[in-house]
């Protein structure tokens, strides 16, 4: 009976509001109703509303939905609500109202839009704590950008309240905003400085821009702080492993670990930094446990693998490697791996190796037919590991017999298999008739590092070097596992000698590998304490941070990682007395190079190009001497040609302004070109 009545009172209070005569009559009659049944409050409000001249129609709305709520009916509440909000859209009562039926409804979403819109049309609603968990709800339903703005209310209301200032930062780091981040995050350890998880937000931003040591240092006191945060331990170890730092890494991945039992990753990183320590037992136990955890991530078979082969487990490490490749057979490291655990394996002899892996090949039954024994077969020819590739062209012969094709595969693949295995004979002979030619050292390194006996090929490098008269390189134990750089010692020694030992000397290296040039130019032509190296390349190898911190002088190097063509844009004009290019060997590739790279040699500066006379039919496009030549015809007036053999040494020449911008233009028809680099070389 109650709610007719209401409904009636309500709906000629509506009739009322939209004619704009008798609403004060009809509010008098609606304040009677609810007087009668004891809503003695809103009552009241209703009775007052009556003596008001012009009422305020976003009220009067919000007013029904408050006695639809008041019945429970929330559908009209929110109806009613809407209809308020439609008339004023800053009416904040409104919000906060529909926020409380929302939460009645458990939906969250609609709940906290609301929510937020109400405080933020009026703050004073919410205190600091309020923000903060209002900020909190919001980063949970993917709305950092509200959360900071909680965030920053409450710190406003309270200056001191480093809780809100470190869930600021979290904020500011899901909106990518770095420097924003690391400000709240430096303002909480100002408030407490044993804040844990502060110092683990700025180790995460020192993480993300590269900076290890610093990361490093951050998750460190993170974890001393709180021994139980297994996140700053899991952090502390990657950071370390990034570093090298090895002992240290197993320690902090331990207990990483420990606090992580069923983190695949855990193990896995924990695998990685025993096995650099030579822990091999530990470490084939970590990485075991990290494969039982996520069977399906390949990198924890392919240091499993390199324990094995380690401890001269062929046949597992041949396993392993294989189920690794199955798992992602774009993994091309994996081949090189598993083509020298074969190779070790058919020490034995090939035939009984053949019918060792006829019996029982270590591949998944779906795996073992012919299509994918010649896969395999292909990719271990694409790198030379000419065994492997015979034992899988010879099973997938077995189960064709009759393919002349693949007979044929199998043919070239012993074929080159036995030419290799003469080569390398031959090159002991010779080594033995002839022990001071250090090129053959050099020729049998190469070979046996390709083939993955990478121990013999750097004790055979370190010979050859030293023959070279880079005596210190051995006393240094640099770990060079390929040698393509002595044979142009003694053309650097004439051209680079002037350059030698001077303050400031700038050089620039555009691909690295593992060091061996930067090393040589460290311990030679970089010997002033304010000497430089910039090195760029795509990915530095493991090898090439040991040796340079062999050098004494790593502090002198600066790694650019990235594509050379994106880099050298972004270096300064006229700052490298000498730039090496030795990264791609495709043709248009080193032209770019070199065209990015002259801006940044000082007048009178040398640019040395590798590979010259390099010539590889296999890799079709690989015709450096056409890349080099088309730069040199390009910028003839601007260089003189002070060296050509298998590498070319060109001189920067001084022009005149007028003649160097036409011929800039010419090159970077779209490209500025600033006024200041222009008028720096006239």
């Known amino acids: 009976m109650f709610a007719s009545q209401l409904n009636q ?10 004619r704009g005569v008798g609403f004060d009559a009809a509010c008098r009659a609606l304040g009677d109703l609810l007087q009668g049944v004891g809503w003695f409050r809103e009552a009241v409000i209703w009775h007052s509303r009556a003596l008001e001249a012009k009422p305020y129609a976003a009220e009067i709305y919000a007013g029904f939905g408050a006695l639809f709520v008041k019945q429970r009916d929330l559908p009209r509440a929110l109806a009613a609500y809407k209809q308020s909000l439609r008339l004023d859209a800053t009416y904040a009562e409104a919000h906060r109202s529909l926020a409380g039926i929302y939460a009645q409804m458990g939906q969250r979403q609609e ?13 004073q609603w919410a205190t600091p704590s309020n923000q903060l968990v209002l900020g909190n709800a919001l980063i949970q339903i993917d709305k950092p950008k509200h959360a900071i703005d ?23 780091t899901y909106q990518q905003n770095w420097s924003a981040a690391k400000q709240a995050f430096l303002r909480v350890l100002q408030l407490n400085p044993h804040h844990a998880e502060a110092h683990y937000g700025l180790g995460k931003l020192a993480e993300q821009s590269q900076d290890f040591a610093t990361a490093a240092g951050h998750f460190q006191r993170a974890a001393e702080l709180a021994p139980d945060f297994a996140s700053a331990f899991l952090s502390l170890g990657e950071a370390l492993l990034q570093l090298r730092q090895w002992r240290r890494a197993a320690v902090a991945c331990q207990r990483a670990a420990e606090l992580n039992a069923d983190l695949s990753w855990a193990h896995h990183n924990l695998g990685y930094a ?13 990485l075991y446990r990290a494969i039982k955890l996520n069977p399906d991530y390949p990198w924890s078979y392919y240091h499993l693998a390199e324990v094995l082969l380690q401890q001269q487990q062929w046949d597992k490490a041949v396993a392993v490697l294989l189920a690794a490749i199955q798992l992602q057979p774009d993994l091309l490291a994996m081949y090189l791996r598993l083509g020298y655990a074969m190779r070790r394996q058919a020490a034995v002899g090939l035939k009984v190796t053949i019918r060792r892996y006829q019996r029982a090949v270590p591949l998944k039954p779906q795996n073992r037919h012919s299509g994918f024994y010649l896969q395999m077969a292909s990719r271990l020819l694409q790198f030379k590991q000419y065994t ?62 390709d083939q993955g006996e990478l121990e013999e090929a750097i004790a055979l490098h370190q010979a050859a070097i030293v023959m070279r008269g880079w005596q210190c390189a051995a006393a240094r134990n640099y770990q060079f596992t390929h040698d393509w750089f002595t044979h142009n ?49 795509l990915y530095f190898q493991e090898s090439f941070e040991m040796n340079i911190a062999l050098t004494g002088a790593a502090e002198k190097v600066t790694q650019l990682v990235g594509d050379s063509h994106q880099i050298l844009t972004t270096l300064p004009s006229e700052t490298y007395d000498v730039i090496y290019i030795d990264g ?10 070199a065209a990015l790279s002259w801006r940044l040699l000082k007048v009178g500066g040398l640019m040395i190009f590798d590979d010259y006379e390099w010539i590889d039919t296999s890799h079709p496009g690989q015709e450096t001497h056409l890349g080099i030549d088309a730069f040199l015809a390009s910028m003839k007036t601007q260089m003189t040609v002070v060296h050509q053999g298998y590498q070319v040494i060109v001189q920067k020449l001084k022009l005149p302004i007028q003649q160097l911008e036409k011929q800039t233009k010419q090159m970077y028809p779209s490209t500025a070109i600033r006024a200041s680099t222009l008028a720096s070389v006239s």
């Open 584 to 593: 791609c060997h495709l043709a248009n590739h080193v032209h770019q190079d």
């Open 9 to 18: 009172a309500i709906a000629v209070c509506e009739q009322s509001l939209r």
């Open 489 to 537: 010692i003694a053309t650097w020694q004439v051209h680079l000698q002037p350059f030698a030992h001077r303050p400031r000397l700038q050089i620039l290296e555009i691909g690295s590998f593992e060091g061996m040039s930067a090393c040589w130019l460290l311990d030679h032509i970089l010997t002033h304490p304010l000497a430089r190296l910039t090195c760029i390349d």
């Open 274 to 286: 025993l096995l650099k320590c030579q822990r091999r037992p530990q470490a084939f136990a970590a």
């Open 111 to 123: 709940e906290l839009a609301y929510r937020y819109r109400a405080v933020t049309l009026n703050p």
């Open 150 to 172: 909680c965030y920053r209310r409450a710190i406003r209301l309270r200056p001191d309240f480093y809780e809100a200032y470190y869930n600021l930062g979290v904020a500011e």
């Open 388 to 449: 492997g590739a015979v034992i899988f062209y010879s099973l997938a012969l077995l189960q064709e017999p009759e393919n002349e094709q693949l007979r044929l595969q199998l043919q070239q693949a012993l074929t080159e298999k036995q030419r290799l295995d003469q080569e390398i004979a031959a090159h002991r002979r010779e080594i033995q008739e002839y022990p001071h030619h250090h090129w053959i050292y050099s020729h049998l390194g190469n070979l046996l590092a």
